[in-house]
């Protein structure tokens, strides 16, 4: 990670002991909330995005969009900080937002710097495919599993594994949109775009019950078909979990959005599941990480 150290705090006792300082910081994210900006894009949302990105000095890796803004019908505003913006497109398209780093080791000089370059990703996680080749994972194929309750010969190496699933969520999604061209209304049918994460099938229809999300929009018909297909992907992800472990059981490090076997908690609830965010706390004794998890696959019998 690289960016600024944004508090410092620190208490001085007598004698020394007992005597601490604690210092936070955040990614180059926090450079990109700061001031307030009133603009009218024209374009794809990706191409506003991918210029944001790059005048922070981050190497932009967007994926495209497909909404093309324009004076004819309306312009994409922003009405907010950088970050802000930013995040209403990922959260309109179904993207996420996040960093990623490429480090390369100084030269044997003591004054050479370490050279970081800062990739800043706004795309889908993980990958959605086009075609019918299966999607592809971020996270390598010897990815290390959670194993939970499973036999002793086989190393449980989770101190603990919480489940959560919500099978209520939306599973459908469609509705009218007016035509600014045209003032007529047009009729949008969506489905979910993100595929299971083993390419299975996603939450649709358990029980044999449709539930219809609810998304309105001021634009037309492709602008409320983006909107909700997100709005879908972010309710297919029905089975969130948390995971305790340490990086000596484990045997590695869990990084957001990869995607991680679990083994031993049920035919239906085994299987991939992506990573949304990890703590970690490195002490003399261990490297302890708290996993938050989750999973779009809607039947694994």
């Not at 990815?143 to 309750?149: F, I, Q, T, Y």
């Not at 609810?214 to 992800?237: F, P, S």
Request: aromatic fraction near 4%; hydrophobic fraction near 40%.
């Amino acid at each position: 990670m690289r960016g600024p150290v944004t508090q410092v705090k620190f208490a001085v006792m007598l004698g020394v002991a007992g005597s601490w300082v604690e210092i936070h910081g955040e990614d180059r994210r926090v450079e990109m909330n700061r001031v307030c900006i009133q603009a009218a894009w024209r374009g794809l949302a990706s191409t506003a995005a991918s210029q944001i990105l790059a005048a922070y000095g981050f190497k932009p890796e967007v994926e495209p969009t497909t909404k093309l803004y324009s004076d004819a019908d309306h312009t994409l505003n922003q009405r907010g900080t950088d970050l802000d913006f930013l995040e209403q497109i990922a959260r309109e398209t179904g993207y996420e937002l996040w960093l990623e780093y490429d480090v390369t080791p100084p030269a044997p000089t003591p004054s050479a710097p370490i050279a970081i370059i800062e990739t800043a990703k706004l795309q889908a996680s993980p990958p959605r495919n086009a075609g019918p080749a299966p999607p592809v994972l971020l996270a390598p194929s010897n990815a290390p599993s959670l194993r939970v309750n499973v036999p002793p010969d086989q190393c449980p190496n989770v101190t603990a594994f919480q489940v959560d699933t919500d099978t209520e969520k939306a599973n459908a999604g469609g509705g009218l949109a007016v035509n600014p061209r045209t003032g007529k209304l047009e009729r949008v049918q969506v489905i979910n775009p993100q595929p299971g994460l083993d390419g299975g099938p996603t939450l649709k229809e358990i029980d044999g019950v449709k539930r219809t999300l609810c998304v309105t929009t001021a634009g037309g018909a492709d602008e409320l078909q983006g909107k909700q297909e997100a709005a879908l992907v972010e309710a297919g992800w029905f089975v969130e979990a948390t995971a305790s472990t340490t990086a000596h059981m484990l045997g590695g490090v869990l990084k957001p959005h990869d995607v991680v076997p679990v083994e031993g908690i049920g035919t239906e609830l085994s299987g991939p599941y992506q990573v949304k965010a990890v703590t970690h706390v490195i002490n003399a004794a261990d490297h302890f990480m708290d996993v938050k998890l989750r999973s779009n696959i809607g039947n694994r019998k």
